[in-house]
């Protein structure tokens, strides 16, 4: 993708879905289903009022993106979501989520703490994200509910003697990782770019798993190394298992110093991901190969058109707080960058523990994602629908959730997705 941040001002945002998703064949919810969606019966009032676009615009479905490569991923409506029988409950008993800090490493395998280094020049120095940030985002992007660190230590280790064993290095071997009470083979294999070595996503779930308390709700295992799903994916970032209540989300793909060699333009990041100028390029490189296949139609040009007519709002204000911030190389910014990435996919996995499915309502944090690029331009918010969701599962309120939101973003008012974040919440 050619980039157009070095001369990009941002003048006009997309808040519609682009052309692409018109060309692939997705279907914007109508402004009824979408009104229904959001009530416990299924059912649009008489009069159905939608919030304006500049507050919760549309997903923009760009080339490769989750919905322009599944244009029918199927809606959950709040309706569809309180009687899933999938869904976990929260309760008096089971209403506190832990978070496992990432495993230490055994002082005599030094080489396996070198798997988590990316094979890239390191052109600025910059901090991991800590346990208790994550915790304290989470604890207010899911207020109502507990959120605290797991107490369990967890090593990383050798699988049989204690010494590294001969076939890491190779292909594929495995490590072991002690949880306290046993050690948990995790499989391995030579990383296909950036990494050493990658560790297995499925035997880390079974980890946690094997972790959960017995008070917890969720449980969330965070590592620093790279994981892999199966033999046929590069990497994975993240991946919930909801019934089971257990999530994992690997830090190492979204370390900043990576941006460059995975194609991430920075600088269209959330919120200014709906720059015009930038979803147009993004169109047209892969309009050729569009043009060969044929698509039913999904609107008509009139109704694209008067869908974008909003004026400002705070998808507006936070883009002016993302463009107050120049885009750093400082340590802090990138810090701060790769705390906030962290965040968004922590909150999103863990959603999948409260029942939520992927959003196709609007742009919204519970979108998928098939790419560090989408995922990059995806809002920390979450849609009118999966609100409603999580003010019923936390027992809490709109206006003290965005209290404890804000109260977070302003400790990291020089972190452009945080500031920007604080803005669309206090432009409402």
């Not at 998703?21 to 009032?45: E, I």
């Not at 500049?54 to 809606?75: I, M, N, R, S």
């Amino acid at each position: 993708m050619t980039s157009t941040s070095d001369v990009c001002s941002h003048s006009s945002l997309t808040l519609i879905p682009s052309r692409s998703a018109f060309d692939t064949g997705f279907s914007w919810s109508t402004a009824q289903k979408r009104a229904a969606a959001v009530t416990l019966q299924g059912r649009a009032p008489l009069n159905p009022s939608n919030p304006a676009q500049t507050l919760f615009p549309a997903p923009l479905v760009l080339p490769e993106d989750e919905l322009f490569l599944d244009p029918k991923y199927p809606a959950q409506s709040l309706r569809s979501w309180t009687r899933s029988k999938e869904r976990n409950r929260v309760t008096k008993e089971k209403r506190t989520i832990y978070v496992a800090e990432p495993p230490s490493v055994d002082p005599n395998l030094d080489a396996i703490r070198q798997w988590s280094q990316p094979k890239v020049p390191r052109v600025t120095v910059m901090s991991e994200p800590r346990i208790q940030e994550v915790i304290d985002y989470l604890t207010a992007f899911y207020h109502g509910v507990n959120v605290k660190q797991l107490p369990t230590k967890l090593v990383y280790t050798s699988w049989n003697t204690g010494k590294l064993p001969s076939n890491i290095g190779k292909r594929h071997g495995h490590i072991g990782l002690n949880i306290g009470n046993e050690c948990v083979r995790i499989r391995t294999r030579v990383s296909k770019d950036f990494f050493i070595q990658q560790l297995n996503l499925d035997d880390l779930l079974d980890a946690a798993t094997s972790l959960l308390p017995n008070d917890a709700y969720a449980l969330l295992l965070l590592v620093s190394h790279d994981i892999y799903e199966n033999e046929e994916d590069d990497f994975a970032c993240g991946r919930a298992y909801g019934g089971s209540r257990i999530a994992v989300v690997s830090t190492a793909r979204y370390n900043p110093v990576l941006d460059v060699v995975q194609n991430i333009d920075r600088e269209h990041s959330w919120p200014a991901s709906h720059c015009s100028t930038y979803v147009q390029s993004c169109c047209t490189q892969s309009a050729k190969s569009l043009r060969k296949k044929r698509h039913k139609k999904t609107g008509t040009k009139k109704e694209l058109e008067q869908s974008s007519n909003d004026g400002p709002g705070p998808i507006y204000a936070a883009l002016a707080a993302h463009r107050a911030l120049s885009s750093s190389q400082s340590p802090s910014a990138c810090s701060g960058l790769w705390l906030a990435r962290v965040c968004r996919t922590a909150s999103h996995e863990l959603g999948h523990c409260f029942g939520m499915d992927h959003c196709i309502y609007y742009a919204c944090a519970m979108q998928g994602t098939a790419s560090l690029a989408e995922d990059a331009r995806q809002p920390p918010y979450v849609c009118p629908v999966d609100l409603a969701k999580i003010l019923q599962a936390c027992s809490t309120t709109r206006k003290l959730r965005y209290e404890a939101l804000l109260s977070f973003c302003d400790k990291y008012k020089d972190v452009r997705h945080f500031s920007a974040f604080a803005a669309w919440i206090q432009s409402q």
